[in-house]
């Protein structure tokens, strides 16, 4: 079972940028996907961007510009690169692992990113 550690969530002022880590107790290779969620107060979990091991990326229609996730194989670290960060954009984000057919999914501990001025 692999092992999720996040960093880099804070307070940005609006218009901000923000870099997230996500480690990983192995290498990303043998992960099929990694991945970034975030749920905001009252509200359900939502994608923002995944990864798959062949480097294939996904994000969601509200993210496509602003958000990226830039990965480090020697490090097994997964980015997820934040700019033009709006107020709505204030949740926990959530890094997640999917490891292939017969595992749960694993999910990191959560980080808070708030932006307000």
């Known amino acids: 079972q692999v092992q999720l550690v996040e960093s880099g969530g804070g307070l940005v002022q609006p218009g901000g940028s923000l870099t997230l880590s996500c480690a990983a107790s192995r290498s990303i290779f043998s992960i099929n996907s990694m991945g970034w969620y975030r749920q905001a107060p009252g509200k359900q979990r939502e994608l923002v961007a995944t990864?798959?091991?062949?480097?294939?990326?996904n994000y969601a229609d509200s993210m496509k510009g602003r958000f990226t996730i830039p990965r480090d194989i020697a490090k097994n670290t997964v980015y997820l690169q934040m700019k033009s960060l709006k107020p709505e954009d204030t949740a926990v984000y959530y890094c997640n692992a999917e490891q292939g057919p017969g595992w749960a999914p694993v999910w990191g501990q959560g980080t808070q990113v708030t932006v307000s001025s």
């Open positions: 990864v798959t091991s062949g480097g294939t990326i």
